[in-house]
């Protein structure tokens, strides 16, 4: 390959940031690389951008693109084999490039902090939460006694229930919510004036994600940090963020206001991000969703012209042999393209779909099922009389909170949990053994599942080819060249060529393993897929390619879906219907489009209201108090009462309520008359 030399640099136009020294946070012409095997393989290519006083800024991006790395290097958290290679960053004047070991330590204490994106790994699991939110304070300097009782008011600061309650817990007695508020209190401990957020609320629910987000806009409103924020989510970016800077492949490609990046972007790429997300009310029946063509560059590549060139539609053979240039725009606004005139040419997939029929009689049927758990002496009723089921080639979405019962359901229909006696699963009518050890390899290969992370479920050892083989053989009666047939057709399907057969998970990308894990799951031609969060961890890019081999497969096979998620525009897009959860009770269940234009259950309006909106339509969130409750010790009547703003004493804490159809197979078990049941937000949903 031919190097192409800069014959200058294509930062030259002057962009007005304002003085660097005044900024909270000043990245300057950053360049990173890590050594591999010796070998120096460049990350960061010359990123630059900066965040005020009090300004929340946005980092987005697909996977690979060195969010991340950009900003861990912002706060000098790098591994051994990172090295920054030129340019500096500084933290109101002071260079974090060239401080010592012992000024690091003081600038993280006291002058910045990161929440991660997992507040499990950031939490050591074998101390109590009290103890590990205190040393902080003794860090600092304070003497045990008033580590403690700072503690305690930290945990108050973000709004935790009953805080003196847990600081005497451990780690995994904790809800995801919660832990990530004991992360952010310990953050906040030295007031620090820059605020670093690794993808927060990935995870999470919409509902802890909307009150993650409300607290982190209090804290920031009180205290006047400087916020950077890393996220997939571009509702949560637009909904938290003053200005958005995007990258790819190391660079920064275009930067504005959240309004005006949102509105009308000016690149290439982030044209791409936009319409690869399943907004405005999009269904997999109007259309299939956009994608960005091809893959991330690996780390390392040599990019010696426009880094986005090889997915770019508006490409050139300028593109091919001049650096972009960087084209002011004003107001600090930019973008680093040779056509930013034409972008407005680049128009969204308009992929017709072929319209088909779900059929009328049910694969699977769940019906007054139970199940309850035995632990310390106690009856833990994780499902309670659970009625569903979906058709040939439907698709049930269902959501709820975490804790709600949506696994605990999918496990007890594949047969990892047996249900409770009195209830009943059938596949084509015909009722199957509770335990899966006990059915038939025929029922064991009807229903099938795809986990959240591929990571964890496939075999890091065995190439693609033999983890796909050994599917098909234990499956099926096929065998021998019948197999290997087999395996190289449902790769075709999922678009994995031959190439990827013979490599090892570990060497994929995340969109590429999960494609990997949906053709396992498919190897045995299933009649039902379990499909549970398979998209929570992906960008917006990867996830629209995952919905679009999701869509077609179910087209193609007419398989059924259950599909679990928190997302609510990604079950607006795939689901025919939806059912909604809460301590293990069906509240709501009926078609997608009935469901967005209401009546809802007040627990539906909540969770819809709670989603951030990549159209920034603003609109009145529903709040819940308090965690949703133990399974074993559920509220009285109607378990949803003690979070409920429709609350009617007497009637919704005594007696529980009756399912009633509100329209044909739409179904709300609530005590509010039919005409006084809320109806949700408008809101586009976003990724």
Known sequence: MTVIEPVQSADQVPIDRGDPNDAALSVEDLRLVYHVRGTPREVLRGVTFQVRPGEAFGLVGESGCGKSTTAYAALRYLPSNGEITGGRVRASGADITQMSNKELRDFRANRAAMVYQDPVQAMNPTLKIGKQVAECFSILGYDKGESEDRALAALERVKIADPKSVLERYPHQLSGGMLQRVVIAMGLAGDPKLLVLDEPTTGLDATVEAEVLDLVRELRSETQAAVLLIAHNLGVIRTMCDRVGVMYAGKMVEEASSSELFEQPRHPYTIG????????????????????????????????????????????????????????????????????????????????????????????????????????????????????????????????????????????????????????????????????????????????????????????????????????????????????????????????????????????????KQRVAIARAFAGDPRVVVCDEPTSALDVSVQAAILNLLANLQRDERTSYLFITHDIGVVRYLADRIAVMYVGRIMEKGKTDDIFAGPVHPYTEALLSAVPSVDGEAKERIPLSGDIPSPADPPSGCVFHTRCQYHMPGTCDVKIPEAVEVQPGHVITCHLPVDELPRPVAVAISN
């Open 273 to 512: 991000l936009m319409n690869a997300i399943p907004r405005l009310g999009l269904r997999k029946t109007d259309r299939a969703l956009s994608t960005i063509p091809g893959n991330m560059p690996s780390i390392g590549s040599s990019l010696p012209t426009c880094v986005y060139v090889d997915r770019c539609p508006l490409a050139s053979e300028t593109c091919r042999t001049e650096i972009p240039p960087l084209v002011a725009l004003g107001k600090g606004r930019w973008t680093r393209c040779h056509h930013p005139d034409k972008v407005t040419e680049i128009t969204e997939l308009e992929a017709e779909v072929e319209p088909y029929e779900i059929g009328d009689d049910r694969v699977v049927q769940l019906n007054s099922v139970s199940k309850t758990f035995r632990q310390r002496g106690r009856d833990i009723p994780a499902l309670v009389s659970v009625d569903l089921g979906f058709a040939e080639g439907e698709t049930l979405g269902l959501v709820g909170e975490s804790g709600s019962g949506k696994s605990t359901l999918a496990k007890t229909m594949l047969g990892v949990h047996g249900p409770d006696s009195g209830g009943e699963i059938t596949l084509d009518g015909r009722p199957m053994k509770s335990k899966a050890t006990d059915r038939r390899n025929e029922s064991i290969r009807a229903i099938q599942m795809v986990f959240q992370n591929p990571d964890s479920a496939l075999n890091r050892s065995w190439t693609v080819r033999r983890i796909l083989h050994r599917t098909v053989t234990s499956l099926t009666e096929i065998s021998g060249s019948a197999a290997d047939a087999r395996v190289e057709e449902i790769a075709e399907a999922m678009r994995l060529s031959k190439h990827h057969l013979d490599m090892r998970p570990r060497q994929l990308s995340g969109g590429l």
